[in-house]
């Protein structure tokens, strides 16, 4: 077999008529009911609200919120919003709506938990976690992304917490060198300001900051040098959040550089320009490039959804040169979501990309060069 299998023809509509489609079916590579805006709305305002109320009883009635960290507390509400927002509006098209079911659907399978009980928390390490995928690119692009990954997450889990009222720091004293590390009013562990215990968690952001800022930069230099990432590249979508990570991190370390070197010379304008950079940053995760933050564990899913198919050998071939392509389930699951989208040449899915290539031209041969041999 040289081609794959024609779609039945359909026949031709009358001219100048337009087929009207059945009443309670949804236009192609939409979800049927309410609109996608209406919904993204909704489940961005329930967010917005349920974070709101975790926010008043974690801090105790706000009892232990910070009124001076107000914007960025403000500006996570946002963050939230914008999420919920985005991921409704994401999971409405079908490509994504099926990895969304078939990802989470794996993550929380419990026959897959009984096929390969290790196999998710191994794929949460190497795939969300170590990213070892990165590594097979570039090796240079994988410490990069790393510094970048580890340092955000140290910087959300201490700025978050704090942002809200959730963290508390105290001393009986009132000045130290005591203090007692609360969460939500619980006290969780003692330390002395002057050690090293102390030193990090006094200092656990300017840690974050010397992770992100050779990261950031090693992709800002990439972004200028390269001439495969120049081609493609958008100021607005690659450039800005890069430099948006380096103004965070310097401006957070010229803080701490400021109130101990300098008495706190500057340190109001310093103040005031990383917190103008931290909840710009904030407002645009949702809709820029970190947006891949929030759908990457979906993607985690997909990866354990075609392990555990190979696991039962499920395992698809080329229907001309019968070369493993993927799993079956996998290739059922890209078929589906082609013909969601009306397209109509959904089984070319069943060839590997080299026959795919070979097909290809051999129609150019004979069917557009056939009357110029």
């Known amino acids: 077999m ?15 008529s337009v087929r009207p489609a059945p009443a309670n079916q949804a236009p192609a590579g939409q979800m049927p009911g309410r609109p996608v805006s209406v919904r993204a709305t909704a489940a961005g305002t329930a967010v917005s609200l349920l974070l709101i109320v975790a926010i008043v009883l974690g801090s105790r009635f706000l009892r232990d919120f910070d009124s001076a960290l107000l914007p960025y507390a403000v500006a996570s509400v946002f963050l939230a919003f914008g999420v919920a927002y985005r991921y409704t509006v994401w999971i409405s098209a079908p490509g994504a709506r099926r990895l969304f079911n078939r990802g989470w659907g794996s993550l929380f399978s419990r026959a897959n938990f009984r096929k390969a009980p290790t196999a998710l928390p191994k794929m949460i390490a190497t795939y969300l976690g170590f990213q070892k995928f990165l590594g097979a690119r570039s090796h240079a692009r994988w410490a990069a992304h790393q510094l970048i990954f580890w340092g955000c997450i ?13 963290f508390t720091f105290t001393s009986g004293s009132g000045s130290g060198p005591g203090y007692e590390m609360r969460i939500w009013g619980f006290k969780i562990i003692g330390f002395d300001s002057l050690n090293i215990v102390g030193w990090l968690m006094f200092h656990g952001l300017d840690v974050a900051a010397v992770l992100v800022i050779p990261g950031a930069a090693y992709f800002l230099w990439r972004r200028m040098k390269d001439r495969g990432a120049m081609t493609g590249q958008r100021f607005a979508y690659d450039l800005v959040p890069l430099l948006a990570l380096i103004v965070i991190s310097v401006t957070g370390l010229l803080l701490t550089f400021s109130s101990i070197f300098l008495h706190g010379g500057g ?18 995760i949702p809709f820029g490039k970190f947006f891949h933050i929030v759908q990457r564990p979906a993607a985690v899913g997909m990866q354990l959804f075609k392990y555990t198919a190979r696991q039962d050998e499920q395992v698809f071939t080329c229907r001309r040169c019968h070369e493993p392509i993927d799993t079956g389930p996998y290739v059922d699951n890209l078929r589906a979501t082609m013909r969601d989208l009306d397209l109509s040449f959904d089984a070319w899915t069943e060839y590997c990309p080299r026959c795919k290539r070979v097909l290809r031209g051999n129609a150019y041969l004979s069917q557009v060069k056939k009357g110029f041999k």
């Not at 910087?155 to 959730?166: D, R, S």
């Not at 310093?270 to 103008?276: F, K, N």
């Open 154 to 166: 140290l910087a959300a889990l201490i700025t978050f917490p704090l942002t809200w009222g959730w």
């Open 2 to 16: 040289t081609e794959p299998p024609p779609a039945p023809a359909a026949p031709p509509p009358a001219p100048n």
């Open 267 to 284: 340190y109001e304008f310093l103040a005031v320009l990383h917190m103008v950079s931290v909840i710009f940053t904030l407002i645009y």
